[in-house]
């Protein structure tokens, strides 16, 4: 389908999904940019240039390293959020990388010292995951938040799986379909199989999902099933 015969709602969804893709993705590096600041202005590094994680025991070096890591989020927020200037107090700045990070100064103080030596690279992109994927399902829903119910069935034809998928599919399912093809170009049956088999907090439709399945979908993913489990016993 040309560009020009995109329905407007889902070219909408699509200019929403890109950009909070875009930030996710900004964020994400941006952790990690943070963590690298940190090792860099501490001087985590000895005399041969290996990370010496032992210097994380002392409340110096984490009061430093804390410090670096912030600093580098709020540069990174002030331009993002298009802001004058870094807040000068903690309840501010707190207030900023809670906004653009989720996470607060205090929080990310008391992970570091608790995990002292133990905060490594790995340990700080553990929590930046959980924080992006915090971030990603409170961001995922603005993505639909324009689609009616009389989007439906463009949306459908759109992404191939009119014959397939119901009309009384949830508006809310409907956004991980448009954003699967949005992503892949295509919704394959695989893809349907997944959707209905997966659980919602893994990007699925959960237990009502092989609910929104017409007859010939159900019919289609079921010969794809046996032919996949033929092919398995011929090996």
Do not use: C
């Amino acid at each position: 389908m040309a560009e020009d015969d995109v329905p407007k709602s889902i070219k909408k969804f699509y200019d929403k999904h890109d950009k909070i893709k875009k930030l996710l993705d900004t964020t994400k590096a941006v952790h990690s940019e943070a963590y690298l600041k940190g090792i860099e202005k501490v001087g985590l590094k000895d005399e041969k240039g290996e990370i010496d994680y032992k210097k994380l025991d002392k409340k110096e070096y984490q009061d430093n390293f804390l410090k670096a890591m912030v600093d580098h989020y709020l540069d990174k927020a002030v331009e993002s959020l298009n802001l004058k200037e870094k807040p000068k107090d903690e309840l501010g700045r707190s207030r900023i990388l809670q906004a653009y990070i989720g996470i607060t100064e205090g929080q990310l103080g008391d992970a570091l010292r608790e995990a002292k030596s133990d905060y490594t690279i790995g340990n700080h992109e553990s929590i930046r995951d959980e924080l992006i994927k915090k971030q990603h399902n409170e961001l995922m829903p603005i993505r639909h938040a324009h689609i009616k119910d009389n989007d439906i069935e463009d949306i459908l034809k759109h992404t191939g799986v009119k014959d397939y998928i119901k009309k009384d599919i949830q508006i809310y399912h409907l956004g991980n379909l448009l954003g699967l093809y949005r992503e892949k170009g295509e919704v394959n049956l695989s893809d349907l199989e997944q959707l209905t088999k997966l659980p919602e907090e893994k990007g699925g439709w959960g237990k009502i999902g092989k609910g929104y399945l017409t007859d010939k979908g159900k019919e289609n993913i079921k010969k794809l099933k046996d032919n996949y489990k033929r092919e398995k016993e011929k090996e």
